[in-house]
C-alpha cells in the first residue's frame, strides 16, 4: 500500500528495552486522520501483548516512520 521504494529497519538494545524503528519512503498518510486497518490493528495488539509502546509517524506524501519499544522481560514472542 506504502509504494515505497526503500525501507529501512533499525533494532536496538539498551539494557532489558528493545526498540525496532521501521522507515520508508512510501506515500505516506494523515495519521491522525487515519483509521487503523488490520496491519496497524494487528501491530498494536502484538505491541500490547508484550506490554510495549508503538509509535505512527505519517504525512502524505512524506513516507512513514513506525517505532516500537518493548521490555525484553515483559513478554515472550513465538517460541516455536
Do not use: C, W, Y
Not at 506515500?27 to 509502546?53: E, I, M, W, Y
Not at 505512527?56 to 506524501?61: D, K, L, N, Q, R
Amino acid at each position: 500500500h506504502a509504494r515505497a521504494t526503500a525501507v529501512g529497519i533499525e533494532v536496538l538494545k539498551s539494557g532489558n528495552t528493545i526498540v525496532i524503528t521501521i522507515r520508508d519512503n512510501g506515500v505516506g498518510f494523515d495519521a491522525g486522520a487515519a483509521t487503523p486497518g488490520n496491519g496497524l490493528k494487528s501491530l498494536r495488539r502484538r505491541v500490547d501483548a508484550v506490554q510495549g509502546s508503538l509509535t505512527v509517524a505519517s504525512e502524505p506524501g512524506k513516507g512513514s516512520v513506525m517505532t516500537v519499544s518493548f521490555d525484553s522481560r515483559k513478554g515472550v514472542m513465538d517460541k516455536r
